[in-house]
């Protein structure tokens, strides 16, 4: 399971308009979305997070602080985000 920040930066590197993408496109974001509620369903911490950034991409309200913490070596616990 990624580290909050490492899901922060999952949800920096979505594409929160898959939905209008056609081809690989679409079925790639499909799956990270799958994948980031998910993780939502695991971590109360994680939900929080993903409401706040999603309000922030559709509502324009101002991007969620980067958790506590941030800045560290990534995938210090084996878990890799996501490649763009």
Known sequence: MPTLQE???MLEKHDWTFEYA???????????????IALTKRDAEFLG???????HIFN???KPALP???GQ???GN????WQV
């Open 22 to 36: 056609n081809g690989e496109a679409h079925y790639r974001g499909k799956a990270q979305r799958q994948e980031l």
């Open 7 to 9: 899901f922060y930066a």
């Open 49 to 55: 997070l993903y409401n706040a950034y999603r309000e």
């Open 68 to 70: 506590a913490g941030a």
């Open 78 to 81: 084996g878990f890799t985000p």
């Open 73 to 75: 070596k990534e995938g």
């Open 60 to 62: 324009h309200t101002p």
